[in-house]
């Protein structure tokens, strides 16, 4: 994006890289893989050791991650004022179905998923905080379309541009606002395969400080198919409950 700080998504893809790569990492491994100068490179991870977030490991020098970024992280998510008052719904909701269980909110014609709660299955679906999606493909772009004024909604929507991720993507304004208006009707919202064939979602919006949110369960296609109307009864009940909080 044009109004990314290039400095700061350094910084971000370092930690990124990682992640991905679990295991120390040389100047010139972190220089080749994020297509950097080794001079830029190695000033920000100098930068990076001098506050403490990264280390030398041993004597070939390789950086690896502390664990001061994630105790700053854990604090900051464990006093997050809604998480906080959240969390032990979502995870009891999670607790009751055995799904996994999300929270998301709208980021311009994107979902962001603010925290994922994993359900307790083998076969699960396993989407993390911090991915993001397309408005159009899922339970929970249906339900925070769902959750806008109508104008807005279908003023949205026809601006969006659709691609397709499976068969069952849908990649029309008219079929996705024909989807959310039978969501409204049922009072919840369902998407079957509109990522990925073997992932489902079902779903429902709800205001938190003036601001839209869903609530959504996501699990392997048959079992969401097959367990509809138990899921759909426990996302209905708890966005009343979190309404009613």
């Known amino acids: 994006m ?7 998504v350094r910084v971000l893809q370092i930690f990124q890289l990682f992640a991905e790569l679990k295991m120390p990492a040389s100047l010139a491994t972190v220089s080749q893989r994020l297509d950097m100068p080794k001079s830029s490179c190695q000033a920000l991870l100098r930068t990076l050791e001098a506050h403490g977030y990264l ?22 998510v464990e006093q997050d004022p809604l998480l906080k008052d959240l969390m032990p719904l979502l995870q009891a909701l999670s607790d009751e179905t055995g ?42 772009g249906q339900s925070l379309l769902g959750g806008m004024p109508k104008a807005e909604r279908v003023a949205l929507v026809n601006q969006l541009e659709f691609e397709r991720y499976s068969p069952n993507t849908i990649v029309s304004a008219a079929a996705l606002l024909k989807q959310i208006d039978e969501g409204l009707k049922k009072g919840w919202f369902m998407s079957v395969g509109g990522f990925q ?14 601001s839209l949110y869903a609530i959504v369960i996501a699990a392997p ?3 969401v198919e ?5 899921i759909s009864r426990h996302i209905v009940d708890l966005c009343a409950r979190v309404t009613q909080r």
């Open 197 to 210: 064939l073997e992932v489902s979602s079902i779903g429902n919006f709800v205001w938190l400080n003036d």
């Open 99 to 140: 799904e996994t269980v999300f929270l998301a909110r709208r980021q311009g014609v994107l979902v962001h998923y603010m925290e994922v709660v994993q359900g307790r299955q083998a076969l699960r679906f396993a989407g993390l905080a911090g991915d993001r999606r397309p408005l159009y493909i899922g339970a929970a």
């Open 221 to 223: 296609t048959q079992r």
């Open 55 to 76: 280390a030398n490991r041993d004597e070939t020098k390789d950086y690896y991650p502390t664990r001061k970024l994630f105790e700053e992280m854990r604090v900051i």
């Open 2 to 8: 044009s109004s990314d700080v290039k400095s700061a």
């Open 226 to 230: 097959r367990n509809q109307k138990s």
